[in-house]
């Protein structure tokens, strides 16, 4: 009986199966001093997991910036990092799409690893899939393992192919 583990998405290396999906990265600018860390990507990934409309980004940043203990500096800057990602053309489904945020995922790769994890957006139009990640670090050679593994997840669940985007707000 072949022995499973169990892996985090963002933890995993790159899988085989996965490095042929097509991840395009993003690079929205960020202004000079802005702030970093956890903190500020935990208020900036709430803000977009939350907001139907650009409309609701300050209100978001607030809420979030509060619970997250953040400082007015750093919601403020949330809230301008996500209204620049709200607003990029790469994120505009097409009509009639639907989209899930924080979708669960899970898939077994060749070697039995069960890798899961979840997908900070996604959205099908019934013929392909397109998957988000959101990041809010700055990494030279950022590796886009994390995204192909969640479309790997997509693809083989629906059928459909998948492509994938990084955006690095």
């Given at each position: 009986?072949?022995?499973?583990?169990?892996?985090?998405?963002?933890?995993?290396?790159?899988?085989?199966?996965?490095?042929?999906?097509p991840v395009?990265?993003?690079?929205?600018?960020?202004?000079?001093?802005?702030?970093?860390?956890?903190?500020?990507?935990r208020v900036v990934d709430d803000i977009l997991q939350h907001a139907e409309s650009?409309?609701?980004t300050?209100?978001?940043?607030?809420?979030?910036?509060?619970?997250?203990?953040?400082?007015?500096?750093?919601?403020?800057?949330?809230?301008?990092a996500a209204r620049a990602a709200l607003l990029h053309p790469a994120l505009q489904m097409p009509p009639g799409a639907m989209r899930?945020?924080?979708?669960?995922?899970?898939v077994r790769l060749r070697d039995g690893t069960?890798?899961?994890?979840?997908?900070?957006?996604?959205?099908?139009?019934?013929?392909?899939?397109?998957v988000v990640e959101y990041k809010t670090g700055r990494r030279e050679n950022r590796h886009p393992a994390q995204v192909q593994?969640?479309?790997?997840a997509l693809g083989r669940a629906t059928g459909l192919p998948v492509r994938g985007l990084l955006l690095e707000v």
């Open positions: 009986m072949p022995r499973y583990r169990l892996s985090t998405a963002e933890t995993f290396g790159p899988a085989a199966e996965a490095q042929q999906i395009e990265t993003i690079t929205l600018p960020a202004a000079a001093g802005r702030p970093t860390g956890k903190k500020f990507g650009i409309e609701e300050d209100t978001l940043a607030a809420i979030w910036g509060r619970r997250h203990g953040a400082t007015e500096a750093e919601r403020d800057a949330a809230a301008v899930y945020r924080e979708l669960p995922v899970m069960l890798v899961e994890g979840r997908v900070d957006c996604a959205w099908t139009d019934g013929t392909s899939w397109t593994l969640y479309a790997l």
